[in-house]
């Protein structure tokens, strides 16, 4: 009899996922039928199946489906913010779909009724459900009465059914529930722009299993990311949780999180996922680690990478989010194009003619070398032993240089103009053949991750790994430097520049976890005292730090505590190179 069952069961799965794949067109689309709804009302599960394969088709169902795991974790009651997806989604599809396929509209009412019959007393208790019920009945009736404020809401959600874009419908959606859910949510938690900054970092540290059943414990983000995408096109009314939790308070609010003991077993698992695979060995990664996080970095480990889309350890949603990255930071390049040519130009010749100056031989006095008879008369007469003639000749690239990147949350909004920045001065060291080295660094729990985009002596083709540049959670710029400056310091080159790119704002107030490493909070004056003392250190030691500043004006201050008088204020990249070059030239100059 069971038996039975599970083939009834499979049997009625593999209807709806054949009626989802043929609405959208896509036979490889992922997609998890309902068979528990179909069971108690068939209609509402084929509507629901017909609804999802219309978006997936027309719209992007990943990015809203994100949107809404961004809005819970800004504490959005899920079960409502659920139901103003639904309603908005099926009104952006339904006239699409029914221009293909008639058919629909009939299990459309059928399935409308059962709705009504089934969720009536649920959706009558809140105005979210009253707009509901609204919709329901006029789409069974043809017109229905309502006061005013409910009307305004319906019109905007039928509007919907010229919706071009996923954005479009995402902000009805915010509207909607910021209106008639929680209307001091913009207020205390943010508006829709701060939703949608949310970095996936930031989300995966956070703990989803209030959200999960035990079976979906093991890929928590992902396995909640899947659940939203199923529900958010369900006409069924999403039940909240009937046990009441103990209020807590949110991570974003202090930028700190909870994270289990299950959690803190896989962190490095984690950062392998989010990061792609390290380029170290295991030894290796040790001794630096040994080596670096030393006195108030003693709790933090190093994370070398060349990024999650050159080594992934899975193609998971942090993957493509970096593919989506990349490919927006070489759209700005591309519009970008002509001034960032003509700025590696500029740069280029700058250096080269720097460099040809270093080239000439200069002729000075000195107690050796060609003797100059007009001289000769001072032996013995006078204390100048300074009667020979030698030739003086500088090396002129013996230079190695680093470019280290702020790659923090707070870069987000300059994501490509910063990979421009580096990219420019990339090549044009490339043009004169300097040996440099381009890595970014942020943080992700107790690690600095370090992302190298090429290496000293690898070939020009490498610098387009720049645009892989993506930004994250906090930073560390104490660590940051002091790792970038061991590499450099190994070099044989006698002369060494580090040009950091950065906000002037370090902040790593990293995860409090039970029994594990709880560093203290890194910002304000401790943060920029670290990270000043490991500039002034390298500058001790014969590098040349120069910081170019990519942040905003009210924090200038802050980053010339930290370098000093050498620092470049890039407000218009189209200055970018004359500004970085004037910095390079002045080191050469001096050696």
């Known amino acids: 009899m069971e038996e039975q069952y599970t083939e009834y069961q499979l049997e009625l799965e593999n209807r709806i996922k054949n009626l989802m794949w043929t609405v959208s067109g896509d036979y490889s689309l992922e997609i998890k039928a309902d068979v528990d709804t179909f069971l108690r009302s068939k209609d509402i599960a084929l509507y629901d199946g017909v609804k999802q394969g219309a978006f997936a088709k027309y719209y992007d169902r990943d990015a809203l489906s994100l949107y809404l795991v961004k809005k819970v974790f800004l504490q959005a009651q ?312 030698r030739e003086l000749k500088n090396d002129a690239i013996d230079f190695a240089v680093d470019v280290l990147i702020d790659a923090s949350g707070s870069q987000r909004s300059r994501q490509g103009k910063v990979a421009m920045q580096a990219y420019i001065i990339s090549e044009a060291l490339s043009n004169v053949n300097i040996p440099h080295r381009v890595m970014s660094f942020c943080t992700f729990w107790d690690y600095t991750i370090l992302h190298r985009f090429r290496s000293y002596d690898d070939d020009r083709s490498m610098n387009a790994n720049i645009f892989e540049y993506i930004t994250s959670s906090n930073n560390r710029d104490g660590l940051a430097v002091k790792a970038a400056g061991q590499g450099l310091l190994q070099r044989e080159e006698e002369h060494k520049v580090l040009i950091v790119l950065s906000d002037g704002r370090p902040y790593d107030v990293v995860i409090n976890r039970p029994n594990a490493r709880n560093p203290q909070p890194y910002q304000g004056e401790y943060a920029i005292r670290d990270t000043a003392f490991e500039i002034r250190r390298l500058r001790n030691l014969g590098v040349s730090v120069l910081g170019v500043f990519a942040g905003e004006e009210k924090d200038l201050a802050t980053e010339k505590k930290i370098f000093g008088k050498d620092f470049a204020y890039i407000r218009d990249i189209g200055n970018f190179s004359n500004m970085v070059g004037r910095y390079l030239l002045k080191q050469l100059e001096e050696e």
């Open 78 to 389: 899920e079960a409502p913010l659920m139901t103003a997806a639904q309603m908005c989604i099926e009104q952006a599809v339904y006239q699409r779909i029914l221009e293909e396929r008639k058919g629909v509209a009939d299990i459309r009412q059928r399935a409308y009724r059962d709705i009504l019959e089934e969720e009536f007393t649920a959706l009558s208790g809140n105005p979210l459900g009253h707009v509901k019920i609204a919709l329901l009945k006029e789409g069974l009736q043809g017109t229905y009465q309502v006061p005013k404020n409910i009307r305004g809401w319906m019109e905007e959600i039928y509007s919907l059914s010229r919706a071009e874009d996923t954005m479009a419908i995402i902000k009805v959606i915010d509207r909607l529930y910021n209106a008639l859910v929680e209307p001091e949510f913009e207020k205390r938690k943010g508006s829709l722009q701060k939703v949608l900054d949310i970095t996936l970092e930031e989300l995966t540290e956070y703990s989803w299993k209030d959200f999960l059943s035990e079976e979906m414990y093991e890929e928590t983000l992902e396995s909640y990311l899947e659940k939203v995408t199923e529900t958010m096109t369900q006409m069924e009314v999403l039940q909240e949780e009937k046990e009441e939790k103990e209020p807590q308070e949110h991570p974003l609010q202090k930028k700190i999180v909870i994270v289990d003991e299950e959690a803190l077993a896989k962190m490095y698992t984690y950062v392998e996922r989010n990061y792609g695979i390290t380029y170290l060995s295991p030894a290796e990664e040790k001794s630096l680690n040994y080596q670096l996080c030393r006195g108030i970095h003693g709790d933090c480990s190093l994370y070398f990478t060349e990024g999650i889309l050159k080594h992934p350890a899975l193609r998971n949603y942090q993957y493509e989010y970096a593919r989506k990255q990349k490919d927006k930071n070489l759209f700005e390049y591309y519009d970008n194009h002509r001034v960032v040519k003509r700025n590696i130009v500029i740069l280029s010749d700058l250096l080269k003619k720097a460099f040809v100056m270093r080239d000439e031989v200069q002729e000075v006095l000195s107690d050796r070398g060609t003797i100059v008879p007009s001289l000769l008369w001072k032996a013995g007469r006078t204390q100048d032993a300074k009667l020979f003639r």
